[in-house]
């Protein structure tokens, strides 16, 4: 299905990952039947996405699964809140420093929502105060569940809440970390994390995971999603049944040189978008979901 319009103009990679090529002479063999039922899961649920968007009505699936809970879709561009994210942030892209320092800002806070409420972050004291008092008097729940922000990471510092942390941290390391992402020049994420963990100085590595992929959506220069990715603990089984012996990262490697012929691509301008690293450690950690989830076991988040 051609990219839908709007979200043509709302991330600025579709055009190189389009471009993507395949290399031929990948020599790791993967379990075959393995990823032959990868495959069939990531087909019905980028078809579902396919389906919602043209206004189908329920049930988009046959499989009960699918249509009992929540999953994310196969690409992350597509997710809701990614989306209100990079909506929310159009505007500040021309300066990088200020929309780093409000990406991080959303994916910490995780809840669009309550940035909506209390007001964007800037590199002005005065502002940040505000922000800061109106992050305060909001009542609970105003933080996401979905990328848990690990408090005891902060615990020990000069800002040991949440609010201090966002609200005056972020802004007086954010520039040095811009300084850092705009020297990236077509790193992975594995070798931008080992360069921007150690200036931002606490180790969020998820989150600074989430950041670097909506840097590589805005300024794909920086980033190459289709190399080297960092696998979480959600895909790492599913990596681990693919093949044995080598590390999850390499796996996921490989699967940037498989394609499918009946798989539903996304394409920009009739060029499909070929699945890149961020892609399928989100389709690991999915199908591990989905794996459990057929055995009765699993956390179970009911699709609404």
Known sequence: MEIPTYLKGLYKHWKSHSEHQIDNNQVIKLDAGVLNSIQKFAVKRQNIWERKIKKQKPPLTKDLILQKYKFCNVYRELDRQTIEIHELLKKLEHDLDLWLLNVVFCRFVCNVNTINKVGLLSFSLANNKKVYKKLLDLPSPKYGSAYIFPVSLIMRS???????????????????????????????????LDELLPVFGFNFKFHWTEVLIDVAYQFPKLMNLYDRFPIGPGAKPTMKTLIKGIHPETTCLALTQTTFNNFPYLTYKSKPVLLSSENWEGIGCEYRKYSNLTRGRGRRRLYT
Request: charged share 30%.
């Open 158 to 192: 000069s800002y040991p809440t949440r609010e201090k942390f966002f609200c005056m941290y972020l802004p007086k390391v954010m520039k040095r970390c811009g300084k850092i992402i705009r020297g990236l020049n077509n790193k992975s994420v594995v070798e931008a």
